[in-house]
T-cell receptor
Framework: QQPVQSPQAVILREGEDAVINCSSS?????VHWYRQKHGEAPVFLMI?????EQKGHDKISASFNEKKQQSSLYLTASQLSYSGTYFC???????????FGPGTRLSVLP | NAGVMQNPRHLVRRRGQEARLRCSPM?????VYWYRQLPEEGLKFMVY????????ESGMPKERFSAEFPKEGPSILRIQQVVRGDSAAYFC????????????????FGAGSRLTVL
């Protein structure tokens, strides 16, 4: 079953922060975050395994609440290059198929 | 490391023809996933394969669509008797499927094959 993402779209000015949420009705083994720019392939950002860890690199971080089956992606001090569609992908157990959410379109304006 | 290679990048077919999309996974990757993406929409799971075995095809339409990943050669997604509604971008991704506990199972995507049905 496809995870749910919110918001569907968000518009920011450079330097502003954003949070993108992903939730599933199923127990999850892992949550993955990808970013896709128009006409290009999705690019891996980070993975979170069950255990409630939080990860990040540069100004993008994410958390995973295993009990609620929810993950959030945090983008701080957004840059123009952050524009694109963000997908969360979920895995219910190791080695199972990945199902992606419908995506959140992020637009960062100068 | 050439990454995940998909071809053709663009394919035009007339209604009723067959489309064959090929995907060569990254070196060392044993698992392949196919996704379909309509314009301005998300990635819809189609099928998950390893060499000579279909692991999960729950997202594949029951008719006209088939996929294989032979012992030698690329994975192939085949669409018979294409219709206009098959027009989409088809993405392939591969993963190494490391032993559980030894690392994360990350997907690497190819650039996609864009099918247009006239």
């Amino acid at each position: 079953q496809q995870p749910v993402q919110s918001p569907q779209a968000v518009i920011l000015r450079e330097g502003e922060d954003a949070v993108i949420n992903c939730s599933s009705s199923k127990a999850l083994y892992s949550v993955h975050w990808y970013r896709q720019k128009h006409g290009e392939a999705p690019v891996f950002l980070m993975i979170l395994l069950k255990g409630g860890e939080q990860k990040g690199h540069d100004k993008i971080s994410a958390s995973f609440n295993e009990k609620k089956q929810q993950s959030s992606l945090y983008l701080t001090a957004s840059q123009l290059s952050y524009s694109g569609t963000y997908f969360c992908g979920t895995e219910t157990d190791y080695g199972q198929n990945f199902v992606f959410g419908p995506g959140t379109r992020l637009s960062v304006l100068p | 490391n050439a990454g995940v290679m998909q071809n053709p990048r663009h394919l035009v077919r007339r209604r009723g023809q067959e489309a064959r999309l090929r995907c060569s996974p990254m070196k060392g990757h044993s698992h392949v996933y196919w996704y379909r993406q309509l314009p301005e929409e998300g990635l819809k799971f189609m099928v998950y394969l390893q060499k000579e075995n279909i692991i999960d095809e729950s997202g594949m339409p029951k008719e006209r669509f088939s996929a294989e990943f032979p012992k030698e050669g690329p994975s192939i997604l085949r669409i018979q008797q294409v219709v206009r509604g098959d027009s989409a971008a088809y993405f392939c991704a591969s993963s190494p499927l490391n032993p559980k506990g030894s690392g994360a199972n990350v997907l690497t995507f190819g650039a996609g094959s864009r099918l247009t049905v006239l």
